[in-house]
């Protein structure tokens, strides 16, 4: 555990004999909340999906989720089910006070660990945060090792002298705020990786643009489409975000080939092609250079490659295609048709579906194509 819980606690643990049945039961329906968290790409999301978990496994009123920046500034990130204001949700709202209270409750010399309102706060305190006198609420601290990353507030309306969040839940309470503190601490680490790595992929699209502007606004235009068939998928969204960032530097390759054949009028020779085709290759080798941009490697590798294992650069059949690159090979296939190019006439949209329709099956993977050709008719 990230921390110890005492005093306060101790008392409770002292007077039971561990986690009583309920609290197991409890502990085995929290047991996917790890899981739903890794599965978070944002904070927000990250906040919005511990609330919801807790409050449903736990059998609560609410949750509040409750952040300090960098700067030392609180701002609640998720309150499930009641709509939240500012930092709290009562009417004599102090943004002071309550900050006054989440400093306690993450101060790493808090060796109670935790602050149950009713017993530790005054009721100025527990007006200012929307805390009721029928409700059994607690403070929780989100916290890794000595540093403090926020705080949980949940609550349970409850009669009073019928406390049904008891002792016995101070094991529980330890684990959920373990698996948060430590949620939080990796998606930060992920948001700042991702700021990072926008950065190098606006570096990256400038200089395409620099060399070849239809380049630049094709791969603009594989982003859009990109986003919209990950939606078909239902993918989380940072494998979204991925696919969109493949989309936009599938060409970046094209950095490393001659003006001459880049930016050519007319049909390329065999020998030009066979340079054009390194694209992919150099592309790769591109991003994966770069961290944070690792990942898209292989999908910009294999954005050219054909299911039946007549395309490039490895000639790669089937299953063997990165879905991603699938992907890409139907979305450039399309863009390319309804843009046209030097060497290849322009198209209308149902033509290019029909085009692609037709190699449903060799060139392309056909869920893919299915998928493809959905988003237009939705």
């Given at each position: 555990?990230?921390?110890?819980?005492?005093?306060?606690?101790?008392?409770?643990?002292?007077?039971?004999?561990?986690?009583?049945?309920?609290?197991?039961?409890?502990?085995a329906d929290l047991s996917p909340l790890n899981q739903y968290l890794v599965e978070c790409a944002a904070l927000e999301e990250l906040a919005?999906?511990?609330?919801?978990?807790?409050?449903?496994?736990?059998?609560?009123?609410?949750?509040?989720?409750?952040?300090?920046?960098?700067?030392?500034?609180?701002?609640?990130?998720?309150?499930?089910?009641?709509?939240?204001?500012?930092?709290?949700?009562?009417?004599?709202?102090?943004?002071?006070?309550?900050?006054?209270?989440?400093?306690?409750?993450?101060?790493?010399?808090?060796?109670?660990?935790?602050?149950?309102?009713?017993?530790?706060?005054?009721?100025?305190?527990?007006?200012?945060?929307?805390?009721?006198?029928?409700?059994?609420?607690?403070?929780?601290?989100?916290?890794?090792?000595?540093?403090?990353?926020?705080?949980?507030?949940?609550?349970?309306?409850?009669?009073?002298?019928?406390?049904?969040?008891?002792?016995?839940?101070?094991?529980l309470f330890d684990l959920i705020s373990d698996q948060v503190a430590r949620a939080i601490q990796r998606t930060r680490a992920f948001e700042?990786?991702?700021?990072?790595?926008?950065?190098?992929?606006?570096?990256?699209?400038?200089?395409?643009?620099?060399?070849?502007?239809?380049?630049?606004?094709?791969?603009?235009?594989?982003?859009?489409?990109?986003?919209?068939?990950?939606?078909?998928?239902?993918?989380?969204?940072?494998?979204?975000?991925?696919?969109?960032?493949?989309?936009?530097?599938?060409?970046?390759?094209?950095?490393?080939?001659?003006?001459?054949?880049?930016?050519?009028?007319?049909?390329?020779t065999d020998d030009e092609w066979r340079i054009m085709k390194t694209h992919s290759r150099i592309g790769a080798k591109i991003v994966a250079?770069?961290?944070?941009?690792?990942?898209?490697?292989?999908?910009?590798?294999?954005?050219?490659?054909?299911?039946?294992?007549?395309?490039?650069?490895?000639?790669?059949?089937?299953?063997?295609?990165?879905?991603?690159?699938?992907?890409?090979?139907?979305?450039?296939?399309?863009?390319?048709?309804?843009?046209?190019?030097?060497?290849?006439?322009?198209?209308?949209?149902?033509?290019?579906?029909?085009?692609?329709?037709?190699?449903?099956?060799?060139?392309?993977?056909?869920?893919?194509?299915?998928?493809?050709?959905?988003?237009?008719?939705?």
């Amino acid at each position: 555990m990230a921390h110890v819980i005492d005093g306060a606690a101790s008392i409770y643990m002292q007077k039971g004999s561990g986690i009583l049945k309920h609290s197991q039961e409890k502990h085995a329906d929290l047991s996917p909340l790890n899981q739903y968290l890794v599965e978070c790409a944002a904070l927000e999301e990250l906040a919005e999906t511990a609330a919801h978990q807790i409050v449903d496994s736990l059998e609560l009123d609410y949750c509040r989720v409750i952040l300090v920046d960098d700067q030392g500034r609180y701002s609640c990130n998720a309150s499930y089910p009641r709509p939240v204001t500012l930092l709290g949700m009562g009417k004599r709202f102090i943004p002071a006070l309550a900050e006054s209270v989440y400093a306690r409750l993450m101060h790493g010399g808090n060796r109670r660990g935790l602050l149950l309102a009713q017993e530790h706060l005054s009721r100025e305190e527990r007006i200012n945060l929307g805390i009721r006198d029928d409700e059994v609420s607690w403070g929780i601290p989100l916290r890794i090792e000595s540093r403090g990353l926020g705080a949980l507030i949940i609550g349970q309306r409850a009669a009073p002298g019928n406390l049904s969040i008891d002792g016995d839940y101070y094991y529980l309470f330890d684990l959920i705020s373990d698996q948060v503190a430590r949620a939080i601490q990796r998606t930060r680490a992920f948001e700042k990786d991702d700021e990072l790595a926008i950065n190098k992929i606006v570096t990256l699209i400038r200089d395409l643009e620099k060399r070849d502007t239809h380049s630049a606004s094709h791969s603009r235009r594989m982003a859009m489409l990109s986003e919209q068939i990950a939606s078909q998928y239902q993918f989380s969204v940072r494998e979204t975000r991925e696919l969109c960032w493949a989309a936009l530097l599938h060409d970046i390759g094209k950095l490393r080939i001659d003006d001459f054949i880049l930016k050519k009028a007319g049909p390329l020779t065999d020998d030009e092609w066979r340079i054009m085709k390194t694209h992919s290759r150099i592309g790769a080798k591109i991003v994966a250079d770069l961290a944070g941009l690792e990942d898209l490697a292989p999908l910009i590798l294999s954005h050219h490659e054909r299911v039946d294992g007549a395309g490039y650069p490895q000639g790669l059949t089937g299953e063997e295609i990165p879905l991603g690159g699938k992907i890409l090979a139907v979305i450039d296939s399309y863009t390319v048709m309804t843009e046209g190019r030097p060497y290849r006439v322009k198209c209308s949209h149902e033509e290019a579906l029909a085009e692609l329709a037709k190699n449903r099956g060799t060139a392309f993977d056909p869920d893919v194509i299915d998928k493809f050709i959905a988003i237009f008719k939705s």
